[in-house]
Antibody, heavy 122, light 110 residues
Framework: QVQLVESGGGVVQPGGSLRLSCAAS????????MHWVRQAPGKGLEWVAF????????YYADSVKGRFTVSRDISKNTLYLQMSSLRFEDSSVYYC???????????????WGQGTLVTVSS | QSALTQPASVSGSPGQSITISCTGT?????????VSWYQQQPGKAPKLIIY???NRPSGVSNRFSGSKSGNTASLTISGLQAEDEADYHC??????????FGTGTTVTVL
């Protein structure tokens, strides 16, 4: 079955950088668009970024545009989120999520990882 | 990209029906048939329960139903059960080719 496993979270100082990874298995990764979604402690969900199945298009929330970069490595079945210029308000659990459609986007997620915690603290 | 507006909390007794609203604008909820809903139990990842406004994934109880009118989408839970206690989040596609979530609603079964 579909499995998504995030890693790379931790504690980082404001202004610092961190790269999150999401290892995918149980489906054809090269056919699936992928999303990053985050959730600050005790808060609601916030969509962060999307990358098309072929990497030809990437979209970002305004709150992270210019600071975060989403990418994928088909050979490793892995999704990445490179985060830089981190701010206190970026502290969240970061989830990777699989788009429900193949070779296009359905704009909803049918599988989620368990998340990785990022804490921005001085 | 302002978050969609949901009530912070909704409660009901077992067996009752409750409705959670999700209000956006014509640039998101009102402009596209791409509203989805997720149920999130404490400490767990969200789970898809409604997609494309009204559709239920296989395996999701038919006690969950979705609808939309204008800029407001709604999730109705009928025959409320103790296991329905959770947080519920709506999301919509937007004119910016992005997605936006709602503020989230905590459902309490009295």
């Amino acid at each position: 079955q579909v499995q998504l496993v995030e890693s790379g979270g931790g504690v980082v100082q404001p202004g610092g950088s961190l790269r999150l990874s999401c290892a995918a298995s149980g489906f054809t990764f090269s056919f699936s668009g992928m999303h990053w979604v985050r959730q600050a402690p005790g808060k609601g969900l916030e969509w962060v970024a999307f990358i098309r199945f072929d990497g030809s298009a990437k979209y970002y929330a305004d709150s992270v545009k210019g600071r975060f970069t989403v990418s994928r490595d088909i050979s490793k079945n892995t999704l990445y989120l490179q985060m830089s210029s981190l701010r206190f308000e970026d502290s969240s659990v970061y989830y990777c999520a699989k788009d429900a459609c193949s070779s296009t986007s359905c704009y909803y997620f049918d599988s989620w990882g368990q998340g990785t915690l990022v804490t921005v603290s001085s | 990209q302002s978050a969609l507006t949901q009530p912070a909390s909704v409660s009901g007794s077992p067996g009752q029906s409750i409705t959670i609203s999700c209000t956006g604008t014509s640039s998101d909820v009102g402009g596209y048939p791409y509203v989805s809903w997720y149920q999130q139990q404490p400490g767990k990842a969200p789970k898809l329960i409604i997609y494309d406004v009204t559709n239920r994934p296989s395996g999701v109880s038919n006690r969950f139903s979705g609808s939309k009118s204008g800029n407001t989408a709604s999730l109705t839970i009928s025959g409320l059960q103790a296991e329905d206690e959770a947080d519920y989040h709506c999301t919509s596609y937007t004119t910016s080719s992005t997605l936006v979530f709602g503020t989230g609603t905590t459902v309490t079964v009295l």
